[in-house]
């Protein structure tokens, strides 16, 4: 019999789900990476799962209100803002139960950072810890798991500047802890090198947080597809 398709789950938030970019022509960056699979390995490309949850958080679950993140809302953040189950609480039901997954790709914490507000934000140190625990069981299963870096958004509807700083130490310790298996640099390719505390205006579709169809292919072709060799 053939061999089963190896399975590449992302998880993340709407940066991976694909808000801000055009519906229904799979133009989100695991799109983008699945085209780019196919087209180096042929049949034997691995499958991409895109398991994103818009609004979603890695360290706590809602299920209520979304809070403010739109580029046309207005009105106060909700602190307790996000949907879904968190990803930490959603990983064993949404990837490691993935029959034939051999690789995860994580882009989450953002809406940590954003849509909280003091006291109840977490720290740095905080966020860290899950993103740790998601490698660990990843690795317990014996599955890779690469770290994504979280893209810019001052110019948000929730940018602070405290939110910022927990952004570049998050990055700091995703790039340089070697806790992932590997790093892929979102941050790098879509930030503005003249303010890297923002988006390049032509990557986004105008809320300084979400890609558009730009942003989104230039995230896909940032990954290095050496990470996916296909299995013989």
């Known amino acids: 019999a053939a061999a089963a398709t190896p399975v590449i789950v992302t998880l993340g938030d709407s940066i991976t789900e694909g808000y ?3 519906s ?4 989100r960056w695991p799109d983008v990476l699945a085209a780019r699979l196919r087209d180096k390995f042929g049949d034997a490309a691995p499958a991409v799962l ?8 890695l360290l706590r679950s809602n299920d209520g209100a979304f809070g403010v993140i739109g580029a ?15 990803a930490l609480n959603r990983f064993d039901r949404d990837v490691l139960l993935q029959p034939g997954i051999t690789h995860v790709v994580v882009l989450e914490s953002i809406n940590d950072i954003g ?14 810890a899950g993103h740790r625990a998601l490698i660990q ?11 994504g870096t979280l893209t810019p958004f ?6 602070t500047e405290e939110g910022e700083v927990k952004r570049q130490a998050v990055n700091q310790w995703i790039r340089t802890s070697g806790a992932y298996d590997a790093v892929i640099d979102f ?8 303010n890297p505390r923002r988006f390049l205006p032509m990557y986004h579709p105008g809320d300084w947080l979400h890609p558009n169809d730009e942003g989104y292919r230039v995230m896909g072709e940032a990954i290095d597809l050496t990470l996916f060799a296909a299995t013989p």
Do not use: K, Q
């Open 24 to 27: 229904d022509t799979d133009r």
């Open 115 to 128: 849509m909280t507000t003091d006291p109840s934000s977490p720290s740095v140190d905080e966020i860290i």
């Open 72 to 86: 046309n809302s207005s009105g106060p953040i909700n602190p307790n803002a996000g949907f879904g189950p968190s």
């Open 137 to 147: 069981r990843a690795h317990s299963h014996g599955l890779t798991i690469y770290g």
């Open 154 to 159: 001052e110019g948000a509807l929730y940018f």
């Open 187 to 194: 941050d790098a390719v879509v930030r503005d090198s003249s």
């Open 20 to 22: 801000g970019s055009t």
């Open 50 to 57: 895109n398991v994103a949850i818009s609004g979603n958080r």
